[in-house]
Antibody, heavy 116, light 107 residues
């Protein structure tokens, strides 16, 4: 069974940084495409970033230049480094596997709150 | 960017009702469309991919159809556990985008 478990969320001041982790089991991270998706409180789903099996990355315009997606294949862990955080980055962040034109499964999410 | 417009935004229905949710794309997406169900405090769950392929383990009362720029999710007979918010997502081109969601509530 494939499982994804996020961690690293918390309260951070505007302008600060945070690194989210997503530990995966039941799949080989190095051969998988992976995504980050976020959801602000009471709002809809918003795609954030993707990394392919060969390491190519792409970002939503709203986070480009501030967020970095990466992975450690040996530790089967996906990361999202978030810098220059803004109030509007407050959200639950989910990692998800790209299973050929669909996101499945998803992790349980980790809450990031940006506030002074 | 591909815009996805879901309708309705809110739907009130009764157990046993047939429910249809529409997702319109601003341009063709080659049927790379997925549907997800989300309950409060939980992660989204994949229901349908490739516009009409039922994900393994999902009840057969859920179905997807459509092509080009117009797609639908149908629940043939609404069950108590189906009250949730539903999202469509296009995976044809980056940035991937989601529809705004449809909240299905008990009438």
């Amino acid at each position: 069974e494939v499982q994804l478990v996020e961690s690293g969320g918390g309260l951070v001041q505007p302008g600060g940084s945070l690194r989210l982790s997503c530990v995966v089991s039941g799949l080989t991270l190095s051969t998988s495409w992976m995504h980050w998706v976020r959801q602000a409180p009471g709002k809809g789903l918003v795609w954030v970033s993707r990394i392919t099996s060969d390491g190519k990355t792409v970002y939503a315009d709203s986070v480009k230049g501030r967020f970095t997606i990466s992975r450690d294949n040996a530790k089967n862990t996906l990361f999202l480094q978030m810098d220059s955080l803004r109030d509007e980055d407050t959200a639950v962040y989910y990692c998800a596997r790209d299973g050929s034109w669909r996101l499945d499964p998803w992790g349980q999410g980790t809450l990031v709150t940006v506030s002074s | 960017d591909v815009q996805l417009t879901q309708s309705p935004t809110f739907l009130s229905a009764s157990v046993g009702d047939r429910v249809t949710i529409t997702c319109r794309a601003s341009q063709g997406i080659n049927n790379y469309l997925a549907w997800y169900q989300q309950k409060p405090g939980k992660a989204p769950k994949l229901l349908i991919h490739a516009a009409s392929t039922l994900q393994s383990g999902v009840p057969s009362r859920f179905s997807g159809s459509g092509s080009g720029t117009e797609f639908t999710l149908t629940i043939s007979s609404l069950q108590p556990e189906d009250f949730a918010t539903y999202y469509c997502q296009q995976l044809n081109s980056s940035p991937l985008t989601f529809g705004g969601g449809t909240k299905v509530e008990i009438e």
